[in-house]
Each structure stands twice: as C-alpha cells, then as structure tokens.
C-alpha cells in the first residue's frame, strides 16, 4: 500500500478496502482517514503493519463493521482507541498473537471475535474508576469467539453469550475451572462448534480429579435421570446443535454413559488427552460420528479395536503421534462408510491395521513417519492382489 491513493480513490464515497501486499505505513493511515472516513470493511489479510501497531487514528473510522488483520506478522498491537469503533461486528486477527485493549468490551454490536492467540488486558482500578466497570458480559451479540484465557473467564459473564454459535478458549489453565465456568457452558445450548484446550496451570491435578470436588460439593450423582458434566468439564445433554467438539487436556477417562456426549457430535477431535482404556469402545457409542482425531497421545494404550458394526458413519480417522500404539484391528462391518485413513508418527504400529483391506469404501490410506513400515515391505515383497489394493489408495 502505497502514502499516496489514486484521485479516484480520494474523491470516493469507499466502503470496502482489501490490501494484499505491502506495508502499511503512517502516511497510508493517514490518507486512509482524510479520504475513507466511510469505510465499513477493512481487510489487511496480506499486509506487513508498519511496526506491528495499528495507529490510534484507527478509531476515527467509526463507520467499519468488519476487521481483519491476519498479516505476515507474528505481532500485533491494538491500540486502545479501537473501543471508538462502536459500529464493528467483526474483528479477525488470524494467528497474530496481540493483547487486546480492555475498551473491546465497549463494542456492544459485536458478533464475531476470532482472535485464538491474544489475550484481552485486565481493566485497572483508576480506568474502573474513571470509566466505570467494562466487562465480557456486555457483548451479549457474539456468535464466534476464541479468544485466550484471561480475568474475563472469571465469574458466570460467559454465560451470557446466548447467542454464541462457535467457542474456542485457548490455553485455559485449570485455575479457572470452577463452579462458575461450568454453568456458563452449561447455558450455551445454541454453539455449534466448542474448542477447549487446558494446561494445568499451577497444579498437577487432571481435568477429571480437579473436578470431582466440584461433583462432591454439589452432591452430584451420574445416572440417566441427572445428566451431568461430560468429563466433568460441562453437561451437554442440552446442547442439541453441537455436532464438532475439541478437547486439549489430561482426561485420563472417558464417561461411559452416552448421555454425556452430544446428541448430534458429527466431528469429535481428543488431543494430549492420555487416556488409558480403548477409547473406540465408548467412542463407538456414538451413531452420527464422521470424524475423529486422536493426536498427541490422545490414547496411550497399545491396542484399539474397532468392533463388528460400529463407527458406520464414520468416514475420516486420523491417529497422529500416538507413542504406544502398537496395533490397530478393524473387525468385519466396522467403519464400513470409512474413506480416509491418516495414520501419522505412531512408531510403535509396526504393522498394517488389521482387516484394513475389507473397508471397500476407504479411498485414502496416509502413512507418515515410521507407521506400519513392516507391513509395508511385507506386501511390497510378496506383490499381488493386497499390493494392488493398496496401491490404489496411497
């Protein structure tokens, strides 16, 4: 982007800007706001910003609606003049990593806040003073957040997000995780897609067990007539148009009991969840299920099953980086609508998944890594029919 727009752009009543090369500079803000004071898009997906900090001048465009800065930088600033943008609907950071000014909760007309690697600043006591308390709960118009932990997770303000139809929360230590946390998800009967990722923070506790004092202080009991906490992380009985789930954390355990899964999960991702028993034996429970990862010794056990006549909607199973695995059996009629198969870095599974050759559907076999080597030069050795099989989807 140039300091200098053509007169035809200077003399223009613009709405919409899309930049996809070049930096910007002061001079190009500059001229951005002499001209374009009347832009309601502004789209930066592509640019370098000059010093990784928007100007403050960026609050004069009081008319934009929608934001985006994805860019070639790792880093972003926003400065706080950004809460003047009473009129934005959607702001986009991509992958930037960026500490967001605390006046974003000022934006009342907020819908979307895609913003998975930044953090929102903690509003200080003199700004509290001066300006008065600004808190989550205000944007009650989001549909998309994902965000970073931060004091806003801090008491039941994301409750009220009723209208939220996607959330991710990224890097969340289990300091949070508290009585008020798990209500707040429990409102959220209208979200579609609901990312998780948790550290431990400052103790050593899994999910589960940091949990189950939640469950003794409420005096909860787990049957079908008190549908509960799923993993003691939120109860999902209600939650009729969640169909793709993501969790990042120790578990150990899965609940048993269908009852705690979606109704409708048509995608379910387990990453680090470390996770001792066969997770195909609950997992198979779940009738509408296409997609499912297991990544980063989601599973630590050495063996999985797949048993006859389950997982038959299932059309795309990714095991990445399971360090134990040692073997896979896919038993007649299992994962019989199965089309892709991803079986990366789980060095241990020497050998082909067991039965893989009936699964007529399958049109994609990936292997990564040192996976299933033997079986590999076993069939490549012997050459015929399997090798042709094989061949055909790899």
């Given at each position: ?11 223009s009543q613009m ?63 926003l400065p706080s ?215 980063f010794d989601a ?96």
């Amino acid at each position: 982007m140039d300091s200098t727009f053509p007169i035809s752009i200077r003399r223009s009543q613009m709405r919409t800007l899309v930049s996809f090369s070049g930096t910007i500079g002061k001079k190009s803000w500059g001229s951005l706001q002499e001209h374009i004071k009347l832009l309601t898009v502004l789209n930066l997906s592509e640019e370098k910003v000059d010093g990784h900090v928007l100007p403050r001048d960026i609050g004069q465009l009081i008319h934009l609606k929608f934001l985006c800065i994805k860019g070639f930088s790792s880093h972003v600033k926003l400065p706080s003049s950004i809460g003047r943008l009473v009129n934005l609907q959607s702001l986009d950071l991509g992958a930037n990593d960026c500490n967001i000014p605390h006046s974003i909760w000022i934006l009342k007309k907020l819908r979307h806040l895609e913003c998975s690697n930044c953090k929102v600043s903690s509003q200080s006591q003199i700004n509290k003073c001066v300006n008065g308390y600004l808190g989550v709960e205000q944007l009650t118009n989001l549909q998309t957040l994902a965000l970073k932990e931060g004091s806003w997770l801090e008491g039941d303000g994301l409750g009220k997000f009723t209208q939220l139809r996607s959330l991710a929360l990224r890097e969340c230590s289990t300091s949070y995780l508290k009585k008020e946390f798990f209500e707040s998800i429990a409102k959220l009967t209208v979200l579609e897609i609901l990312e998780l990722s948790f550290t431990e923070g400052h103790t050593k506790k899994t999910l589960v067990n940091r949990l189950g004092s939640v469950r003794e202080k409420k005096n909860v009991t787990i049957d079908h007539h008190n549908k509960t906490l799923l993993l003691g992380l939120m109860p999902f009985s209600h939650h009729a148009y969640l169909y793709n789930l993501s969790l990042d954390g120790k578990i150990e355990k899965l609940p048993k009991e269908i009852e705690f899964y979606p109704p409708k999960l048509l995608r379910l991702d387990l990453w680090g969840c470390k996770l001792t028993d066969d997770p195909m034996m609950i997992l198979k429970k779940l009738p509408l299920l296409r997609i499912l990862t297991l990544w980063f010794d989601a599973y630590v056990g050495e063996k999985m099953v797949c048993s006859s006549g389950v997982f038959l909607q299932l059309e795309r199973l990714q095991l990445c980086t399971l360090n134990e695995l040692e073997e896979l059996i896919v038993e007649r009629g299992a994962m019989s609508s199965l089309k892709n198969l991803e079986i990366h870095y789980c060095n241990k599974m020497k050998k082909l998944p067991h039965g893989l050759l009936q699964l007529t559907n399958l049109e994609k076999l990936s292997l990564r890594g040192l996976s299933c080597r033997e079986s590999i030069e076993e069939i490549e050795e012997a050459w015929g029919e399997d090798w042709d099989k094989l061949h055909k989807i790899m």
